[in-house]
């Protein structure tokens, strides 16, 4: 299986050029994963403008999303929007392939000034079936809080989907102990620029069971890279011959 990233400078506001720019950079894959509010970019000035720049989840970026998975074969795309159900805006991931929705995930865990205009997700963490091989979603910051990653091992993900907006430095240097501590693959896929005074640090990359980063972009590029991997690695939970990741671990002794 071929996984990816595409990562991109999606500017402010621009919603329309920053898809077509994510769908002239896609690469062939089975899986590609897109930033964090791809369409709508980041940095809100208002709840007015991230409104006016949020869609439903049948909007302009599941039909770029399909229109990526058509071009590149994928069998699904993963991408941020700011999504507008009802009243409500959620800082969601959809999950498409070419024919159409596969699911949503709604960010669980809101960052600095998302929390003036996004609610905190009401999905929970999801997995999807593609092609065989079990996905998962969390977007950014969800990264922070091992239950995330750890919630989406325990339900059956091989592979984590991640797209991000980082800003803090510590998210690529983290997530090879997510992959290692669950044995999944996951896809972080960053963007890079500026936007309003904030940076974001790029270094897109996929990281695997063993903890190992199979790939990494650069910090300041655009970078479209896709790398060869065997989910079956996944599906091993084993530590040592006596010590599994999964059957040696004590709930019991973890609430607070
Ligand atoms: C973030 O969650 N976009 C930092």
């Known amino acids: 299986m071929r996984v990816g990233f595409v990562q991109f400078a999606p500017e402010l506001g621009r919603s329309q050029p920053n898809l077509e720019r994510a769908e002239a950079l896609a690469p062939r894959a089975d ?8 369409a709508s970019g980041y940095n809100f000035e208002s709840t007015a403008q991230a409104r006016s720049l949020s869609e439903p989840a049948d909007g302009p970026t599941l039909a770029a999303c399909r229109r990526i ?8 795309v993963v991408a941020g929007f700011a999504e507008r159900d009802g009243d409500r805006l959620y800082n969601s991931a959809l999950l498409a392939d070419a024919g159409g929705l596969l699911g949503v995930y709604r960010k669980t865990h809101v960052f600095e000034s998302e929390k003036d205009h996004f609610l905190p997700g009401d999905t929970g963490f999801r997995v999807w ?26 339900r059956g993900a091989e592979i984590i989907a991640h797209p991000s907006n980082l800003v803090l430095p510590w998210c690529p240097d983290s997530m090879p102990v997510r992959s290692l501590e669950n044995a999944v693959f996951a896809v ?4 890079w620029g500026e936007e309003r005074g904030l940076k974001f640090i790029g270094r897109s990359q996929v990281t695997a069971p063993d903890g190992q980063i199979l790939v990494r972009a650069p910090d300041g590029a655009d970078a479209a890279e896709t790398v060869e991997i065997d989910p079956a690695r996944a599906r091993v939970k084993t530590i040592a011959k006596r010590n599994d990741r999964f059957g040696d671990r004590r709930p019991e002794h973890y609430a607070r």
């Open 188 to 191: 972080t896929c960053n963007r």
């Open 69 to 76: 998975a058509r071009k590149t074969g994928a069998a699904a």
């Open 31 to 38: 899986l590609l994963v897109l930033p964090e509010l791809a």
């Open 129 to 154: 079936d593609v092609a065989g091989v079990r996905v998962g979603v969390m977007v950014c910051f969800d990264w922070f809080f091992p239950e995330a990653a750890r919630t989406l091992a325990l």
